[in-house]
């Protein structure tokens, strides 16, 4: 008998699991699908610029070997490049290390960090990569509440109050996916000043950092945390340069490193561990960060992006007993369903419901450690006539949906 690892028990990423399984059999058995569940940019005709690929290409034949484990210099030294643009100079190229897509960062920062009982928080709802990552390094991931009464904005006071002398670090998702919040400069500046008082590391999760709507301002937290707070931010080219599929992503720590020697060692070693991230993505990076900021032309007003989130967002609110904040940032939305009118106790039997009935995939609100089975988050990548046409079965399905 073969089982699975005790180390698995407390580690969920639902977010491909159980309702996306039963969309493959479905797939599978020739139905098709409408995916609103996966912030994967490409199918819905969000290409990757020319002039990234055709860099790549052109770097294949030098992409053979295994690089420098941190990654090749001329892509890190981009990195520091871009960041000095942002008022951020303090990086130096050795404090970049490029990863297989953020989600290989992720989980390495936190398997060099965590011991058992080191506590880190995490927002509800979160981006569940990173209370699984915690799991999977044996620490504890502690919820602060993001309040939707307050434009899904953390809560200071929640966040104050579950610091303990365990407490690590705390992770801040800005642009914030699932809910699409976007933080001011002042809220950042509360969660600094925690983290400074408290001696703890900040994790900033900015890949959605090129997508925002209106007038929406996005800060980079290095910018904010200086010498005196250790900040690892990360970010890459899966959403704002479409490549989600090269898996090309980059952690850049900030502040007091010498604080953080031996973290960074841990870091390094596991870095080391795994050889390389993938090359001929590694070249993207220079070729993107140094061209054409694509993505801000499909989220101004007139932009694509733009223009389904408003809709989507119009569309939601028109539905009765569904509720939804609109988004300033990233690409989803995340929608709350008056439960007792739908008699909805399970939010996975809803989605499971939706997609059975209407073949529409969207992701549940339990799978972003949200606790209430009361949210649904909706992905706003496709064109306005197929969100359009997506929301108004959505209307007509829960016109009578009745769980209980
Ligand atoms: N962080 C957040 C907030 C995300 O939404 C995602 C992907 O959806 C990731 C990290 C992982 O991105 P990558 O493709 O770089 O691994």
């Not at 809560?155 to 699409?180: F, H, M, Q, S």
Request: net charge negative; hydrophobic share 40%.
């Amino acid at each position: 008998m073969f089982t699975q690892s005790a180390k698995l028990a407390n580690v969920l990423y639902d977010i491909r699991g159980p309702v996306l399984e039963e969309a493959e059999r479905m797939e599978a058995a020739g139905t098709r699908i409408l995916k609103l569940n996966i912030g994967n940019p490409a199918p819905f005709g969000f290409e990757a610029p020319d002039s990234i690929l055709v860099d790549m290409i052109k770097h294949l034949p030098q992409a053979q070997g295994y690089s420098e484990s941190r990654g090749i210099l001329s892509a890190r030294r981009a990195v520091v490049q871009y960041y000095e643009t942002k008022g951020i100079r303090t990086l130096d190229a050795d404090d970049v290390y490029l990863g297989n897509g953020v989600s290989e960062l992720i989980t390495l920062a936190m398997q060099a960090l965590c011991d058992p009982g080191d506590e880190i928080l995490v927002p509800t709802p979160d981006y569940p990569l990173w209370t699984a990552s915690i799991a999977l390094a044996g620490g504890t991931p502690v919820h602060y509440r993001c309040a939707e009464e307050d434009g899904w904005n953390p809560d200071l006071e929640d966040i104050a109050a579950k610091i303990t002398p365990r407490t690590k670090g705390i992770v801040v998702i800005n642009p914030n996916n699932p809910t699409g919040a976007v933080y001011s400069k002042e809220l950042l500046e509360g969660i600094v000043a925690l983290a400074e008082q408290h001696g703890l590391a900040v994790f900033a999760d900015e890949i959605y950092e090129k997508i925002t709507y209106g007038d929406a301002q996005m800060i980079n937290m290095a910018t904010l945390t200086g010498d005196d707070v250790l900040c690892l931010t990360f970010s890459g080219l899966s959403k704002a340069y479409r490549i989600a599929g090269y898996r090309s992503g980059w952690l850049a720590i900030t502040g007091p490193k010498h604080r953080a020697s031996s973290y960074i060692e841990g870091i390094k070693l596991l870095a080391n561990m795994r050889m390389c991230a993938n090359v001929p993505a590694q070249h993207a990076i220079q070729a993107a960060l140094g061209g054409h900021q694509s993505i801000e032309d499909l989220v101004l007003p007139q932009g694509r992006l733009g223009a389904q989130m408003d809709l989507s967002a119009r569309k939601l609110n028109e539905i009765d007993g569904v509720e939804v904040t609109p988004a300033k940032g990233a690409l989803y939305l995340f929608a709350k369903l008056d439960t007792e009118r739908f008699g909805i106790v399970d939010d996975e039997r809803f989605a499971l419901d939706l997609l059975r009935e209407q073949r529409i995939l969207v992701s549940h609100g339990s799978a972003f450690n949200w606790n209430r089975p009361d949210h649904f988050r909706l992905v706003t990548l496709p064109g306005v006539e197929v969100l359009d046409e997506a929301l108004n079965r959505l209307a007509e399905f829960l016109d009578g949906y009745r769980q209980h």
